[in-house]
C-alpha cells in the first residue's frame, strides 16, 4: 500500500484542533453561559411535567421548590410508584410556599424553622442514645425475633423527643448495666427473666 499525501492533510489538521482546543478551551473562547435563573410554575402549567408527556421532562414540587426526576423516570414516571408527586418542580411554584414573585412567603419560613428544629432535636436524640449502647438484634422465620445485649441486660426505653417530632411515642432496646437497671422508664420485655441477658420478642 502506498502513502498518499492528501491522506496526511486531515491527520495534520486534527491535530492542530486539538492542540488548539487543549491550549484555549471552548468555554474561553465563547465564555461561560450566564447562570440559570429558578423559574416560576403555576399549579396548572407545572401539572404537564408529570411524566405522561415522553417528549417533556418530568418535574417534582416538595414544599414549593420545583425539582427535575427525569433521572428516575422508572420512578416517577407514568406508571412509577411515586408517579403522583411528579408534574409539581424545577424552579419554585407560585402558592402557598412562593408568592408570584418568586419570594418565600410565611408558610415556608415556617417549615424551615420546624425542620431546623427537628434537626437540632434528632441530634439531642442522637447524642443521648449513644450514652447507652442499642441492643443487639436478629430475626428468622423458624425462629422469630431476638435481642440481646453482650454488656448489660436488653430493655424498652422510650424516646421522648419523638413525640417532638412525629407526635407518636416510639421505644428502642438499650443496653443497661445491673446498677442502672432501677432506673424509671426501664421496661423489660415481656416472657423476659429480668436478668436475661437475651430476651425472644
Same mark, same amino acid.
Given at each position: $500500500? !502506498?502513502?498518499? @499525501?492528501?491522506?496526511?492533510? @486531515? *491527520?495534520v489538521? #486534527? ?6 482546543f487543549?491550549i484555549?478551551p471552548?468555554s474561553?473562547?465563547?465564555?461561560? =453561559? @450566564?447562570?440559570?435563573? @429558578? &423559574?416560576?410554575?403555576?399549579a %396548572? +402549567? ?9 417528549h417533556?421532562p ?11 426526576v427525569?433521572?428516575g423516570?422508572s420512578?416517577y414516571? /407514568? ?11 424545577v424552579?419554585?411554584?407560585?402558592? !402557598? ?7 418565600p ?7 424551615e424553622?420546624k #425542620?431546623? !428544629?427537628? #434537626?437540632?432535636?434528632?441530634e439531642?436524640q442522637?447524642?443521648?442514645e449513644?450514652?447507652v =449502647?442499642?441492643?443487639?438484634? &436478629? ?13 448489660g441486660y436488653? &430493655?424498652?426505653?422510650?424516646r421522648?423527643? +419523638?413525640? #417532638? *417530632?412525629?407526635?407518636? $411515642?416510639s421505644? &428502642?432496646?438499650a443496653?443497661?448495666k +445491673?446498677?442502672?437497671? %432501677? ?12 436478668? /436475661?441477658?437475651?430476651c425472644?420478642?
Amino acid at each position: $500500500m !502506498r502513502w498518499s @499525501p492528501f491522506l496526511g492533510i @486531515p *491527520l495534520v489538521i #486534527a491535530l492542530i484542533s486539538f492542540l488548539f482546543f487543549k491550549i484555549f478551551p471552548l468555554s474561553s473562547l465563547i465564555g461561560s =453561559p @450566564p447562570p440559570l435563573q @429558578p &423559574r416560576l410554575f403555576s399549579a %396548572e +402549567e407545572l401539572s404537564f411535567y408529570n411524566g405522561s408527556d415522553p417528549h417533556l421532562p418530568i418535574y417534582l414540587a416538595i414544599v414549593g421548590s420545583v425539582f427535575d426526576v427525569t433521572k428516575g423516570k422508572s420512578h416517577y414516571g /407514568a406508571g412509577g410508584g411515586y408517579n403522583h408527586f411528579a408534574g409539581r418542580y424545577v424552579g419554585k411554584l407560585d402558592g !402557598r410556599y412562593y408568592d408570584s414573585k418568586g419570594n418565600p412567603t410565611k408558610y415556608l419560613k415556617g417549615v424551615e424553622a420546624k #425542620a431546623a !428544629r427537628g #434537626a437540632q432535636l434528632l441530634e439531642k436524640q442522637k447524642d443521648e442514645e449513644a450514652k447507652v =449502647p442499642s441492643c443487639n438484634s &436478629r430475626w428468622s422465620q423458624d425462629e422469630g425475633s431476638e435481642v440481646w445485649c453482650d454488656d448489660g441486660y436488653p &430493655r424498652l426505653v422510650q424516646r421522648p423527643i +419523638e413525640i #417532638a *417530632l412525629t407526635g407518636k $411515642m416510639s421505644k &428502642r432496646c438499650a443496653c443497661y448495666k +445491673e446498677d442502672e437497671l %432501677e432506673q424509671a422508664g426501664l421496661e423489660v420485655y415481656e416472657g423476659c427473666d429480668f436478668f /436475661a441477658k437475651k430476651c425472644r420478642i
